[in-house]
């Protein structure tokens, strides 16, 4: 049988994937479905033919909302869905944890992206209890730092790391967690921004690349200067990937497509040099919406870059022994 390329002797990872069929933080009906178009893609075959063992644990069970909770009261006016997102947090957050005190990578299948208010959460206590330090990478079109006080439409997937950096008005979608220091965040591929949004990345230090950043620089520079500078001993790196990091022409099934994304090449691209730094421990896959895309090519792309994630290249580029 032929090898599929890039396949040859790869390195092996347990790669667990969850399911998280949440939709209520976005705009628009279809994430749910999410899962399941990745699963029809074939992203499990696609990482087992690397030789990763797979392990798919299913979906997370659809959690009650948060019920008879002051501080939610006042969340309501703003926040669309708050309390059922405040029931998935805490629920993602469990499982996510118990996920990541096991051995292996697992990978959370979105769902939109509020499911990363868990999952980041859970990343940040498990990197703090092993003396790591947890840094985020956020492949996005957008900040995802609003507020109740900023928002323009009241969707909560806009808010995730303005709640994970500890902004006061979110906490009572989960008390307690963790807290990512601001500086530790990398938003790659950003386009869009509302004005406050950017006052308050640039009060807090966010690292941010730009689409002219990118443009200017280059993918592959700004990746390998951002991997480079994170400790390799003590690093946690968790990849938050949304489809609308890509540009909508190869991603078109996201629900806040944004022109002028990532092109297929800088994609792979910046998925190789991340599983070349050996640093991610866990993964989101956010925002897919089926009922959006066109014959499957978002999902089978989004297949396919997490395959480069975790080792898929066209030649094996491990080094060699010099010529005599």
């Known amino acids: 049988m032929t090898q599929p390329l890039g396949a040859a002797e790869p390195q092996q990872t347990e790669i667990v994937l969850l399911g998280i069929p949440l939709e209520a933080g976005a705009g628009r009906r279809g994430a749910a479905m999410g899962p399941a178009a990745l699963r029809t893609a074939g992203l499990a075959e696609a990482l087992a033919e690397l030789g990763h063992k797979v392990r798919d644990e299913g979906d997370l069970p659809v959690p009650r909302p948060a019920l008879g909770e002051p501080g939610l009261?006042?969340?309501?006016q703003t926040c669309r869905n708050v309390r059922e997102i405040a029931g998935w947090t805490r629920a993602i957050h469990d499982r996510a944890y118990a996920l990541m005190k096991r051995p292996g990578v697992p990978v959370f299948m979105g769902g939109d992206h509020a499911l990363s208010m868990g999952t980041v959460a859970a990343a940040a206590r498990v990197a703090r209890e092993a003396g790591r330090t947890l840094h985020v990478l956020w492949l996005d079109a957008h900040a995802d730092f609003n507020t109740p006080a900023t928002t323009p439409s009241g969707n909560m997937h806009g808010?995730?790391?303005?709640?994970?950096?500890?902004?006061?008005?979110?906490?009572?979608?989960?008390?307690?967690?963790?807290?990512?220091?601001?500086?530790?965040?990398?938003?790659?591929?950003?386009?869009s921004i509302d004005p406050q949004e950017r006052r308050v990345v640039d009060d807090l230090g966010v690292r941010a690349s730009d689409m002219r950043a990118i443009d200017e620089n280059g993918a592959a520079y700004l990746m390998r200067t951002y991997l480079e500078g994170l400790d390799p001993e003590t690093t946690h790196l968790h990849v938050s990937f949304d489809v609308d990091f890509l540009d909508p022409s190869l991603g078109p099934g996201v629900g806040t497509t944004v022109p002028g994304g990532a092109t297929y090449r800088e994609a792979h691209l910046v998925m190789e040099l991340l599983h070349e730094s050996g640093l991610v421990r866990s993964v989101d896959l956010v925002?897919?919406?089926?009922?959006?895309?066109?014959r499957g090519k978002s999902a089978l792309l989004q297949a396919e870059l997490t395959a480069s994630l975790f080792g898929r290249t066209i030649l094996d580029r491990r080094p060699?022994?010099?010529r005599e």
């Open 159 to 191: 808010m995730s790391l303005a709640f994970l950096t500890g902004e006061p008005s979110l906490a009572p979608v989960m008390e307690g967690i963790e807290p990512v220091a601001p500086e530790t965040i990398h938003i790659f591929g950003l386009r």
């Open 73 to 76: 009261n006042a969340l309501s």
């Open 287 to 294: 925002e897919l919406n089926p009922f959006l895309d066109e």
């Open 320 to 322: 060699r022994e010099p």
